[in-house]
Nanobody, 125 residues
């Protein structure tokens, strides 16, 4: 059974940092395209950071480039999202996702097959 479980969200002040974790089970991240997405109230789900399956290409949305970093620990089968210099507009529910389609990192659209339950990130003073 494919499962993704996010953790690490919460409330942080503007300018602060958080690290989200996404633990995968039932499959190996080695063979999947993976990504982080978010959805703010009243907005569509958007792709933030994605890693391609076979080419390993990485895509960062302009809104997070230079502030967010994705990393993967294959031994732990876990993907992370380090978020620095957080802004109030980063407030959203964050999701990790995976798909074994041979996506490039640039195919960072909310069309992946497998999704975590989502975790709230709130940036506020």
């Amino acid at each position: 059974q494919v499962q993704l479980v996010e953790s690490g969200g919460g409330l942080v002040q503007p300018g602060g940092s958080l690290r989200l974790s996404c633990a995968a089970s039932g499959f190996s991240l080695d063979y999947y395209a993976i990504g982080w997405f978010r959805q703010a109230p009243g907005k569509e789900r958007e792709g933030l950071v994605c890693i391609g399956l076979s080419d390993g290409s990485e895509y960062y949305a302009d809104s997070v480039k230079g502030r967010f970093t994705i990393s993967v620990d294959n031994a732990k089968n876990t993907v992370y999202l380090q978020m620095n210099s957080l802004k109030p507009e980063d407030t959203a529910v964050y999701y990790c996702a995976a798909d074994n389609t041979d996506y490039s990192g640039y195919d960072c659209l909310p069309e992946y097959d497998y999704w975590g339950q989502g975790i709230q990130v709130t940036v506020s003073s």
